[in-house]
């Protein structure tokens, strides 16, 4: 695939940016965190506009809500921010599970799916005594209640969801998979590995979109690129990027035709000056629509 195309969309140098989701007028504002920055950011694809507001705990994800107030994945949340800044505690883990974790983990990815039902799961901050602790949750469309829905979890990441809204594509970065479940109405069943990770040197799968032929962009840490899947997971374009952890990537703009993609220095030693920093690329295939949180 051509990378021609291919260039620096925003500066900010994030440690890991994460999550991008485009919303607003023409679908031009796009809004994106910086996770152990504490930080979400936004900008405006026409305007170049840009803001910035913190939070005082590790933020892993940012979801936009139909009222305008964002959900947010603080490490002991989540929490709904609205748009004066006023913050609202939502069900936590301890809520869903009943007691704190063994160890410690923070939210990671996390999406709405089609009916809106929050999806959100977790990571741990060290490598934990019991790698597969994690789990990933559902918030469902009211906003309160807070279920486990999948145990045995790495490292919870990517979301998406097929046009028809029956199928559910999943990623496990440290099983080395992209999964999917059939989805009904917030619940998960006949989990399957679709494609997984044969070599060191293709990376980890992270976050992922999908695109309006069911096309998945999935993002590769340390693989430096994105590959996109098709309906049978053959893999059809893959856009090299010039950085190693690249980390999510959301459609944008008016006929969602811009894939916006992030990326994470996550302190590395020797750090080059652009990773971090989030990327523009126009691919052939448009995007879709992100689904809000209704409540």
């Known amino acids: 695939m051509s990378t021609h195309d291919l260039k ?30 504490k930080s979400v950011h936004s900008r405006n694809l026409e305007t170049g506009a840009t803001s910035t507001y913190s939070m005082p705990e590790d ?15 603080t490490a002991n949340g989540p929490v709904r921010r609205a748009s004066d800044g006023t913050i609202t505690a939502l069900p936590t883990r301890i809520d869903a599970d009943g007691s704190e974790a063994p160890f410690p983990v923070r939210w990671n990815d996390a999406k709405v799916a089609p009916d809106g039902h929050l999806f959100l799961g977790t990571m741990p901050y060290d490598w934990a005594p019991n790698p597969k602790a994690c ?9 309160k209640k807070l279920t ?8 919870s990441n990517g979301l998406a969801w097929s046009k028809d809204g029956k199928t559910m594509f999943y990623i496990d970065t440290l099983a080395k998979s992209i999964d999917s479940f059939d989805y009904n109405d917030g619940e998960l069943t006949n989990r399957r590995v679709r494609w997984s990770v044969t070599q060191d040197s293709q990376g980890l799968p992270d976050g992922m979109c999908i695109d309006a032929e069911d ?6 840490w340390n693989g430096s690129c994105l590959r996109r899947f098709d309906k049978d997971f053959n893999i059809t ?9 690249v980390t999510s990537a959301a459609f944008a703009g008016p006929n969602f035709e811009s894939l916006i993609i992030t990326s994470a220095h996550d302190g590395a030693p020797g750090a ?5 920093k989030t990327y523009i690329y126009h691919p052939k295939v448009k995007g879709v629509a992100p689904v809000l949180f209704p409540n």
């Open 8 to 37: 620096i969309w925003d500066d900010r140098a994030c440690h890991v940016g994460e999550g991008p989701v485009a919303i607003g007028k023409n679908n031009n504002e796009l809004l994106w965190v910086d996770i152990y920055g």
């Open 237 to 245: 374009d893959t856009l090299e990027m010039p950085v190693p952890m």
């Open 135 to 143: 789990g990933l949750y559902r918030l469902d469309k009211s906003g």
């Open 59 to 73: 933020t892993s994800f940012v979801i936009p809500c139909v009222d305008g107030s964002h959900l947010l994945g």
């Open 148 to 155: 486990r829905v999948v145990d045995g979890i790495w490292l």
């Open 215 to 220: 096309g998945l962009w999935v993002a590769f």
């Open 272 to 276: 080059g000056a652009d990773w971090g």
